[in-house]
């Protein structure tokens, strides 16, 4: 049984993992080392049998524990080539660790298949991933400023989506940030809005999700119930309710329990 849990969401940190009980994957890994070990163990699951740690992109909510993780376990990290590169400048030691790949390639992680997709995103080459046991899709498409058409077949068919609900259009005008930042916020290489995100549940609803993750909220331009209230607008517009689909709002600093896939 494929299941997933966020230990992290949001803009100080994000980190998840997805297992089948046999293999267990982080997505990302941008909080602690010690709060990925705190989190997994709360699932029944040690540091040292991570199997694999999947990238998104270089910028430190993704990628903080990196150093300090790859000294305390032997798994590859997962990544597209310019990530890497990015990353391997950045800190010693990590270049025997990566398997890199194109945007849109697959591969086998321990008997689980792994698929990826290009995002839109300020950063040297922003992915998404799908994993799959074979019988259920788990897809994670955040940190984009726009969903991209391969995020939307990676997306495709997926049981679970966790996608970005970054920021709420009018919190962000009348936030704390200068107009540059919001201006980045909003482009197309910066974050999906709540209602950017919700289009894309009803859209990933209508291929058949039955449940979506709200990720990567922000604490200072959005609020869980902003975010669940733009989605359920989304999913209502298609006569779809919460018996049909799932919400949950991933808290910023703390882990979730597992979830079914």
Known sequence: MLRVATLASGSSGNCAV?????VHILLDAGISTRRIAQGLRALDIELRHVSGVLITHEHADH???????????????????????????????????????????RFALDGLEVGTFATSHDCARPVGYWVTDGKRKLALCTDTGVVTPQAREGVRGAHTLIGEFNYDPELLRRGPYPLQLQNRIRGERGHLSNQAGGELAAWAAEQGTERVILAHLSQENNRPGLALEAAQKALGELGLGQDDVKLIAAPRGEATGWMEV
Do not use: H, I, K
Request: glycine share 8%; net charge negative.
């Open 63 to 105: 990628v903080a524990a990196l150093p300090v993780l790859c000294r305390q376990v032997q798994a590859p990290l997962f990544t597209a080539e310019d990530t890497a590169c990015e990353l391997c400048g950045r800190w010693n030691g990590l270049v025997e660790r990566f398997r890199v790949f194109e945007p849109g390639q």
């Open 18 to 22: 997805v297992s089948d009980g046999r």
